[in-house]
């Protein structure tokens, strides 16, 4: 496995890759990777025959009161789990590398980064469409790999190459759960003590929609309501907890045949977010 700090010489082996005509793959991250990340690389390798993985806690992503210097970065381990993964290359670049003293291009995705996410976190979309345009420019890989339970996040990746015309395909892999249903997070390792146990209400509120408007709820607000106050009972400081239409984000007032929930909150100091799929069998 080859690690690489510099551009120069991830764009040789790059070159090489394509010399040997190895399509490639690659697994944007910010590090301390868990199980979810081990899915997207296992993702990789069945389509890919070069993998690549990039770590970089980026800092454009992060708000002024934000968790930046706190965000964990076990490097090693995030090295051997890539080793075992099979990843061929791993891409760690210096802060200043990427962000040179001088730096001064960003990228906005209207209107998808000012709703949810983008209206609880203002300029966290603009951070993150500017540092993955960055990284797929210079990994130029055939496929990149992101996780659903960054919904809103892949939904900006996808219409920024969309629009920016990237010849680079993207491919949005299932979230992985904990048995108790926790939706798999770098961050979770912040949650201590009774946190741990009270950041299901995430998950349970979104299956709580689920089962709502699969028996027919047709009040997808009341649902939204009901959500909110599941997440409320355990304490947690809820953001949003909305259903809307899963190309647009758009929220709704009535269901349709597609949706998807979402919902963010505080469980004790760490904020953390999710989301659930809700496809009904007969269009309401």
Same mark, same amino acid.
Do not use: W
């Given at each position: 496995?080859?690690?690489?700090?510099?551009?120069? %010489?991830?764009?040789?082996?790059?070159?090489?890759? #394509?010399?040997?005509?190895?399509?490639?793959?690659?697994?944007?991250?910010?590090?301390?990777?868990?199980?979810?990340?081990?899915?997207?690389?296992?993702?990789?390798?069945?389509?890919?025959?070069?993998?690549?993985? +990039?770590?970089? /806690?980026?800092?454009?992503?992060?708000?002024?009161?934000?968790?930046? +210097?706190?965000?964990? #970065?076990?490097?090693? @381990?995030?090295?051997?789990?890539?080793?075992?993964?099979?990843?061929?290359? &791993?891409?760690?670049?210096?802060?200043?590398?990427?962000?040179?003293?001088?730096? =001064?291009?960003?990228? !906005?995705?209207?209107?998808?980064?000012? &709703?949810?996410?983008?209206?609880? $976190?203002?300029?966290?979309?603009? =951070?993150?469409?500017?540092?993955?345009?960055?990284?797929? @420019?210079? /990994?130029?890989?055939?496929?990149?790999?992101?996780?659903?339970?960054?919904?809103?996040?892949?939904?900006?990746?996808?219409?920024?190459?969309?629009?920016?015309?990237?010849?680079? !395909?993207? $491919?949005?892999?299932?979230? &992985?759960?904990?048995? %108790?249903?926790?939706?798999?997070?770098?961050?979770?390792?912040?949650?201590?003590?009774?946190? $741990?146990?009270?950041?299901? &209400?995430?998950?349970?509120?979104?299956?709580?929609?689920? #089962?709502?408007?699969?028996? =027919?709820?047709?009040?997808?607000?009341?649902?939204?309501?009901?959500?909110?106050?599941?997440?409320?009972?355990?304490?947690?400081?809820?953001?949003?907890?909305? /259903?809307? %239409?899963?190309?647009?984000?758009?929220?709704?007032?009535?269901?349709?045949?597609?949706?998807?929930?979402?919902?963010?909150?505080?469980?004790?100091?760490?904020?953390?977010? %999710?989301? *659930?799929?809700?496809? *009904?069998?007969?269009?309401?």
């Amino acid at each position: 496995m080859i690690v690489a700090d510099q551009v120069a %010489d991830v764009r040789r082996a790059i070159r090489d890759a #394509r010399y040997r005509n190895l399509p490639i793959g690659c697994v944007p991250t910010m590090g301390a990777l868990h199980a979810g990340h081990a899915s997207l690389i296992e993702a990789a390798r069945c389509e890919c025959r070069f993998v690549v993985v +990039t770590i970089f /806690v980026n800092p454009t992503q992060f708000g002024p009161q934000e968790d930046f +210097t706190r965000y964990p #970065r076990p490097l090693e @381990n995030d090295l051997a789990l890539c080793r075992q993964a099979g990843v061929d290359l &791993v891409f760690v670049p210096s802060l200043e590398s990427l962000y040179p003293t001088d730096f =001064g291009t960003f990228v !906005e995705i209207e209107p998808l980064s000012r &709703v949810l996410e983008g209206a609880f $976190r203002p300029g966290h979309f603009r =951070g993150v469409a500017t540092i993955v345009l960055k990284l797929l @420019n210079i /990994v130029q890989p055939d496929v990149a790999y992101f996780g659903r339970k960054d919904f809103q996040q892949q939904l900006v990746v996808r219409k920024m190459c969309r629009e920016f015309d990237l010849p680079v !395909e993207i $491919r949005t892999c299932p979230t &992985v759960r904990e048995p %108790d249903g926790l939706a798999l997070s770098s961050r979770n390792r912040f949650l201590e003590g009774a946190d $741990r146990q009270n950041a299901l &209400v995430l998950s349970q509120a979104l299956f709580l929609a689920e #089962r709502r408007l699969k028996a =027919g709820e047709h009040d997808v607000r009341a649902v939204c309501a009901q959500m909110t106050q599941h997440m409320e009972s355990a304490g947690a400081a809820v953001d949003y907890a909305a /259903v809307a %239409d899963p190309e647009t984000l758009i929220e709704l007032a009535a269901p349709i045949p597609d949706m998807i929930a979402l919902v963010a909150a505080h469980v004790g100091p760490t904020r953390l977010i %999710d989301n *659930l799929p809700i496809a *009904l069998e007969h269009r309401p």
